[in-house]
């Protein structure tokens, strides 16, 4: 079946610096791929909707300059989370649709952040 | 305003039992409905789908039932199985959320913990 691939898996970095997370869809082409938040305890939550060849669409409350999304190719979208402060720590998934139906949501691994 | 809930954040049961796990949704837009499960520090890998003109689907041991009227869907797993353990989500999806790109909308996820 199809598969992402996230990475990096977790992450540590300190507070101020820039962070980059990497999806990839490895044997279709994925023309949108969405970005999600998930806190403890909590569910996963949209923050944006990336389209390959043209800008994100974020969720109401996500600052698109702090997290930068880029869907440069059919099978890679970046999600760049800028100037990371400690409550930017989260786990964060991405997915990837193709040309299939709805069932065709494909989950990366995640991405465990920890800023510092 | 959530627009999908799980109700129950934790379930358990006997290995060989059934596991019933519920959701209930808001929003008549939606017309297609997914679990997933998700392991600690994993991404969803996606079990079973209904679409709304449906009231049931089958999978070998998952079964999810769709009431329309209520605006319900349950996921019945039998029998249970201590791998079964894990967080389940439930997630909606319409033609017209979020754009042509149909968005999920999760619910918070029920742990279920299946004891032997």
């Known amino acids: 079946g199809a598969v992402v691939s996230q990475h990096p898996s977790w992450v540590i970095c300190k507070s101020g610096t820039s962070v980059k997370i990497e999806c990839r869809s490895l044997?279709?082409?994925?023309?949108?791929m969405f970005w999600y938040r998930q806190f403890p305890k909590q569910s996963l939550m949209l923050m944006a909707t990336?389209?390959?060849?043209?800008?994100?669409?974020?969720e109401q409350g996500v600052e698109k300059d702090k997290f930068l999304i880029n869907h440069a190719s059919l099978t890679l979208s970046t999600l760049t989370v800028t100037s990371a402060h400690p409550e930017d720590s989260s786990f964060y998934i991405c997915?990837?649709?193709?040309?299939?139906?709805?069932?065709?949501?494909?989950f990366g691994s995640g991405t465990r952040l920890t800023v510092v | 305003d959530q627009q999908v809930k799980q109700n129950s954040p934790s379930l358990s049961v006997q290995e060989g039992r059934i596991s019933i796990l519920n959701c209930d949704y808001t929003?008549?837009?939606?017309?297609?409905f997914l679990w997933y499960k998700k392991y600690p520090a994993e991404g969803p890998t996606f079990l079973i789908s209904?679409?709304?003109?449906?009231d049931k689907n089958e999978d070998g041991r998952f079964t999810v039932f769709l009431n329309k009227s209520a605006k319900h869907l349950s996921l019945h797993i039998v029998p249970s199985q201590p791998g079964d353990s894990a967080v389940y989500f439930c997630?909606?999806?319409?033609?017209?959320?979020?754009?042509?790109?149909?968005?999920?909308?999760f619910g918070k996820g029920t742990k279920l913990s299946v004891k032997p």
């Open positions: 997915s990837a649709k193709d040309s299939f139906p709805n069932y065709g949501y494909t």
């Open positions: 044997d279709f082409q994925a023309t949108t």
């Open positions: 990336s389209n390959e060849g043209s800008k994100a669409t974020y």
């Open positions: 929003n008549s837009m939606f017309d297609y």
């Open positions: 209904i679409s709304s003109i449906k």
């Open positions: 997630a909606a999806s319409g033609p017209n959320y979020g754009g042509s790109q149909g968005n999920l909308i």
